[in-house]
């Protein structure tokens, strides 16, 4: 399935075809707007001259890893602090998946577990990991047993409440407005 969440199709492209781009991408959704941080994995593939490599990207130097990140325009607002997330995030998939994003939720057996495999990862707290859960489901098909339960919330049909979301520019207005309404009753 043809992933739409920057609205710029070679970065599209990428997360589309990349776990690793994809997770990045989450890790990096925090504190910028949803495409900027979805856009940086090809940013960063771009300026590494290749697709992203979690043994790679684990394995470097970190200062460089930083300016890479850290390159104008940054791909990030924090480049320096998100290169080490995204540098544990590496290690923690060579470690634990052989450097395989994917292998995360390819054989999991229930929502639950892969909720559980999820939180795992480095820079993944529980709303970060729902969301990743209800875009997989939603857009990428990766629907064990129980995964909407698993997602909460954002795994309602038709919500628009994340990235999860996110299929075109209609629906990206229509979770950002859904954003900005939450911030409002925060704020009450």
């Given amino acids: 399935m043809y992933i ?24 990096l959704d925090q504190q910028i707007p949803m495409e900027w941080a979805f856009q940086g994995p090809h940013t960063i593939s771009e300026r590494l001259g290749h697709d992203l490599d979690a043994h790679e990207i684990a394995a470097m130097d970190p200062e460089a890893f930083a300016a ?9 607002r924090y480049p320096g602090s998100m290169a ?3 540098r544990q995030l590496a290690a923690h998939l060579v470690d634990h998946y052989d450097g395989d994003a994917e292998r995360v939720w390819a054989d999991a057996g229930s929502g639950a577990e892969l909720l559980r495999r999820l939180t795992g990862l480095p820079g ?6 729902q969301i990743f859960l209800a875009l997989l489901g939603k857009q990428l098909g990766v629907q064990p047993p129980g ?3 698993a997602a909460g919330a954002y795994g309602e049909e038709g919500a628009f409440r994340s990235v999860a979301d996110v299929v075109d520019a209609g629906s990206l207005a229509k979770v950002r407005a859904t954003k900005q309404e939450a911030k409002k009753a925060a704020k009450k």
């Fill in 4 to 27: 739409r969440l920057t609205q710029r199709p070679e970065a599209d492209e990428l997360l589309g075809r990349s776990g690793l781009a994809l997770l990045v991408g989450m890790l």
């Fill in 68 to 76: 890479i990140l850290s390159a104008k325009p940054a791909v990030h």
């Fill in 84 to 86: 080490g997330r995204i």
């Fill in 124 to 129: 993944f707290g529980k709303q970060k990991a």
């Fill in 147 to 149: 995964w909407r339960e």
